[in-house]
């Protein structure tokens, strides 16, 4: 079945430097991508998306790139901050139009 | 706006117990979904519905039932709670692509 993987399971990092989180999809027919945060206890909060007619999208100090090719993407975050902290969680759009969730990469900002 | 909200926020059963969480949005979407989340483990979708008075079957089906009578809320039902049960459960709205969650509900089955 369609699947998407997230390459490290926790990922630390000093506080300031950028971050890049990665992820993998199986679906080449996958057209839509999406970033989410995840706080402790909280729900996903959507940082960002992008389409397959995309290869990189810029939001506020986070952009996402995909590589169809390969069929990865990444999320980078600029100067990360302890705020940054969480677990993040990539999805792609399935054949069916339902998101395929990835189990997460947790973030670990060091001070 | 109050986006989409969850209750109970938490719930602790006993097997073979039933209960209903309810799910609410203000955002005007006719897509909803519920999902549940273990640990270490991704969203996994239960159903979804893509308007008033519809459902469909998503990943993970069995044990739950679903009802989406009003356009604004979405209810999951568990009739006879198991212990594989226990997880937190999220419902979604959206327009088109991007879903926005609620909460969560933390789910206990003993």
């Known amino acids: 079945g369609e699947s998407v993987g997230l390459h490290l399971p926790t990922l630390s990092v000093q506080e300031g430097d950028n971050s890049i989180i990665n992820c993998a999809y199986s679906n080449s027919a996958s057209d839509y991508f999406i970033w989410y945060k995840q706080e402790s206890g909280k729900g996903p909060q959507f940082i960002i998306d992008?389409?397959?007619?995309?290869d990189k999208r810029q939001g506020q100090r986070v952009t996402v790139l995909l590589n169809k090719t390969v069929k990865h993407l990444s999320l980078q975050i600029a100067a990360t901050q302890p705020g940054d902290s969480a677990v993040y969680f990539c999805?792609?759009?399935?054949?069916?139009?339902?998101?395929?969730f990835g189990s997460g990469t947790r973030l670990l900002v060091r001070p | 706006n109050a986006g989409v909200t969850q209750t109970p926020k938490f719930r602790v059963l006993k097997t073979g117990q039933s209960m209903t969480l309810l799910c609410a949005q203000d955002?005007?979407?006719?897509?909803m979904y519920w999902y549940r989340q273990d640990p270490g483990m991704g969203l996994r979708l239960i159903h979804y519905s893509v308007g008033e008075g519809t459902t469909a079957k998503g990943e993970v089906p069995d044990g739950y039932n679903v009802s989406r009578l009003k356009k604004q809320n979405f209810l999951l039902g568990l009739e006879s709670a198991a212990p594989s049960q226990t997880s937190v459960y999220f419902c979604?709205?959206?327009?088109?692509?991007?879903?926005?969650f609620g909460p969560g509900t933390r789910l206990l089955v003993l």
């Open positions: 999805a792609a759009r399935d054949s069916s139009y339902k998101l395929i």
């Open positions: 992008i389409r397959s007619n995309m």
């Open positions: 979604a709205s959206s327009y088109l692509e991007t879903q926005y």
């Open positions: 955002m005007n979407h006719e897509y």
